[in-house]
């Protein structure tokens, strides 16, 4: 069974450069264009893995951090931030944070820490 990943990121062609490397490795694919929507669809997609933009309209990574908290079953899914920014530490307070690549994305580094990181 494919493993299930959900990516959040309000730029559609980063959105598009992830999708297609993950794709690649055999991944399913989901996408959402800001906090809102991708916390929408958390609990049907049920995700092994989120990639997560910080910078965001509607709702930033930090605020849907604390919000999937809410959910039991997936409070505990790993999370990668995908950030233009330098310092990215306060988001690792939250629980689930994993790791982080900063935009641009490369595939290769993409790739290697989604296989890190998926259950």
Do not use: C
Not at 88 to 110: A, E, M, Q
């Amino acid at each position: 069974m494919k493993k299930k990943i959900l990516v959040i990121d309000d730029d559609r062609i980063n959105t598009k450069i992830v999708k297609l490397n993950l794709a690649k490795e055999g991944y399913h694919i989901e996408t959402a264009y800001d906090g809102d929507e991708g916390l929408a669809m958390v609990p049907t997609v049920d995700p092994d893995l989120i990639i997560l933009d910080v910078n965001m309209p509607n709702m930033n990574g930090y605020t849907f951090m604390l919000e999937i908290q809410k959910f039991d079953a997936q409070k505990n899914t790993p999370v990668i931030v995908l950030t233009a920014q330098a310092d990215v530490r306060p988001i690792f307070n939250f629980n689930g944070v994993k790791d982080y690549l900063v935009k641009p994305v490369s595939g290769p580094d993409l790739v290697e820490k989604v296989k890190k990181h998926v259950r």
